[in-house]
Structure formats: structure tokens, C-alpha cells
């Protein structure tokens, strides 16, 4: 082996590795909201009775994916995807709200028939 070989070898090992080194670790309060909102999005009752909460949460979480991509602070994301998350327990309560009185109204005018 010519003597430049192992220094060669040396570095890219250390640009591996380095690179590995930046790579962030996975923020859970992200990855459970992008969860959420994927759930309600697979869920058309949640778009269909609640589509303004929908879009506000699925803004929030593409705020927090934002800050996640600049590499804010850990709390900062953390605080974006927990609105993003409240907001998607608002819309679901929301469309089970609407869903809920549009039973009731559809019963109530059955009995008066």
C-alpha cells in the first residue's frame, strides 16, 4: 500500500462518520403530530364537517416541519407540534360535534313525521 492509502482511508472514514454526526435526532412531539394528522386526513369525516380545523392544523404542522428543517431550537418544535397536535384534537372534536348534530337533526325531524 502506498503510504497516502491509510491517511486517505482515515478521512473519509471521519467524513462518514461526521456526517452521521449532524443527522438529528428524532423529535417524538413532531413525529406523533405528523401521526395525527395523518390519521384525521385518512379520516373524510374529519374533513367534511371540519374542513377550516383540518387546514389550520395541517398549517400548524407544516410550521413545525419548518422549524424542524431550519433545526430550531429542540422546545421550539416541540411547542409548534403540540399546536399542531391540539389543533387536530380540535377538528376531530369539532366533526364529531357537527357529526353529532346533524344525528340529532335528522332524528328529530324522523319523530315529528
Do not use: F
Not at 449532524?22 to 401521526?35: D, E, V
Amino acid at each position: 500500500m502506498p503510504p497516502r492509502t491509510p491517511l486517505a482511508l482515515a478521512l473519509i472514514s471521519l467524513a462518514v462518520l461526521s456526517a452521521c454526526s449532524t443527522t438529528p435526532a428524532p423529535n417524538t412531539q413532531l413525529t406523533q403530530a405528523r401521526a395525527d394528522v395523518r390519521n384525521a386526513e385518512s379520516d373524510p369525516r374529519a374533513s367534511n364537517m371540519a374542513p377550516a380545523e383540518m387546514k389550520q392544523a395541517q398549517d400548524a404542522l407544516r410550521d413545525a416541519d419548518a422549524a424542524w428543517e431550519r433545526q430550531d431550537k429542540p422546545e421550539d418544535i416541540d411547542h409548534l407540534a403540540y399546536i399542531a397536535r391540539q389543533r387536530m384534537a380540535i377538528a376531530r372534536e369539532t366533526a364529531a360535534l357537527r357529526t353529532a348534530e346533524q344525528t340529532a337533526g335528522t332524528a328529530g325531524s324522523t319523530r315529528s313525521h
